[in-house]
């Protein structure tokens, strides 16, 4: 009995795992045309699916979410900048300042690869000023007056970065 029990929930189980995908087949079927049943007897069989239609609309709209996702994630790096400015500015303590340097670089690792295949010129120029108040901003001691001098070619490359993007 208690195999027949285990049985039962293995398949409810394997047919509610089944049913997990089905919804964004469907939409993705509405999207790009149906398939005929000749085509999909054909999958069913072979096990390999045809994806041989023309995905162009689905490249750009990955390419569009992709320049968004950078988009956010150059403002993320700018809203960092921005909070360490106005760290500088009120003569934080040094743990704040280095926090915010920690923080200011995992920003900017999220994008770095990204921003560095896509914009190479606009990569070199950013890291002219971003690096050193990154280095500086994780020091024992960091140079505030230094810092300050960084933050605003920072913004101002990063500014020109995002202008790119989303004229893209």
Same mark, same amino acid.
């Given at each position: 009995?208690?195999?027949?029990?285990?049985?039962?929930?293995? &398949?409810? &189980?394997?047919?509610?795992?089944?049913?997990?995908?089905?919804? =964004?087949?469907?939409?993705?079927?509405?999207?790009?045309? =149906?398939?005929?049943?000749?085509?999909?007897?054909?999958?069913?069989?072979?096990?390999?699916?045809?994806?041989?239609?023309?995905?162009?609309?689905?490249?750009? =709209?990955?390419?569009?979410?992709?320049?968004? =996702?950078?988009?956010?994630?150059?403002?993320?790096?700018?809203?960092?900048?921005?909070?360490?400015?106005?760290? &500088?500015?009120?003569?934080?303590?040094?743990?704040?300042?280095?926090?915010?340097?920690?923080?200011?670089?995992?920003?900017?690792?999220?994008?770095?690869?990204?921003?560095?295949?896509?914009?190479?010129? &606009?990569?070199?120029?950013?890291?002219?000023?971003?690096?050193?108040?990154?280095?500086?901003?994780?020091?024992?001691?960091?140079?505030?007056?230094?810092?300050?001098?960084?933050?605003?070619?920072?913004?101002?490359?990063?500014?020109?970065?995002?202008?790119?993007?989303?004229?893209?």
């Amino acid at each position: 009995m208690k195999k027949y029990y285990m049985l039962s929930m293995i &398949l409810a &189980l394997g047919l509610l795992l089944g049913a997990c995908g089905t919804s =964004e087949d469907n939409q993705e079927s509405s999207d790009s045309g =149906e398939q005929t049943s000749e085509q999909q007897d054909s999958e069913a069989t072979s096990g390999e699916v045809d994806d041989s239609e023309d995905s162009s609309g689905e490249n750009s =709209e990955t390419s569009e979410g992709k320049d968004m =996702e950078l988009s956010s994630g150059i403002d993320t790096v700018m809203a960092s900048v921005k909070e360490l400015q106005t760290s &500088l500015e009120n003569s934080a303590d040094v743990s704040t300042v280095n926090e915010q340097g920690k923080k200011l670089e995992e920003d900017w690792d999220s994008i770095e690869k990204k921003v560095e295949e896509q914009f190479p010129d &606009l990569y070199e120029k950013i890291e002219e000023s971003l690096y050193p108040l990154i280095n500086e901003a994780k020091k024992d001691e960091p140079d505030m007056e230094k810092m300050k001098e960084w933050v605003q070619p920072t913004l101002d490359s990063l500014n020109e970065l995002k202008k790119n993007v989303t004229s893209k």
